[in-house]
């Protein structure tokens, strides 16, 4: 019988789990800064910064998902970083 082997995680969602334990001490640490210091201005900092990490590293990790998925089908044409407004018509092209 063979042995079984151990699936690896996959580097991404080991990241998607490090940023979200990073948001998720960060948001703990502000609460309790606000409670010792009695000064809301951590949120003003700690917060923000702590989501838009997490929400980039989301948004990163379900467009890749997304693009393997779109592979997997056969469906790679459908995947591209361009947006169609942003490609050039060849014939309204301005100087």
């Given at each position: 019988?063979?042995?079984?082997?151990?699936?690896?995680?996959?580097?991404?969602?080991?990241?998607?789990?490090?940023?979200?334990?990073?948001?998720?001490?960060?948001?703990?640490?502000?609460?309790v800064a606000v409670?010792?210091?009695?000064?809301?201005?951590?949120?003003?900092?700690?917060?923000?910064?702590?989501?838009?990490?997490?929400?980039?590293?989301?948004?990163?990790?379900?467009?890749?998902?997304?693009?393997?998925?779109?592979?997997?089908?056969?469906?790679?044409?459908?995947?591209?970083?361009?947006?169609?407004?942003?490609?050039?018509?060849?014939?309204?092209?301005?100087?």
């Open positions: 019988m063979k042995g079984k082997r151990k699936k690896k995680i996959e580097t991404s969602k080991i990241l998607l789990i490090v940023s979200d334990a990073i948001t998720g001490i960060c948001t703990v640490a502000a609460i409670f010792v210091i009695k000064d809301t201005t951590p949120l003003v900092y700690l917060i923000p910064a702590a989501y838009g990490l997490s929400a980039t590293s989301h948004g990163f990790y379900y467009w890749k998902a997304k693009a393997e998925n779109l592979q997997k089908f056969g469906r790679l044409d459908a995947v591209t970083m361009e947006d169609p407004q942003d490609v050039p018509d060849e014939n309204n092209f301005t100087v």
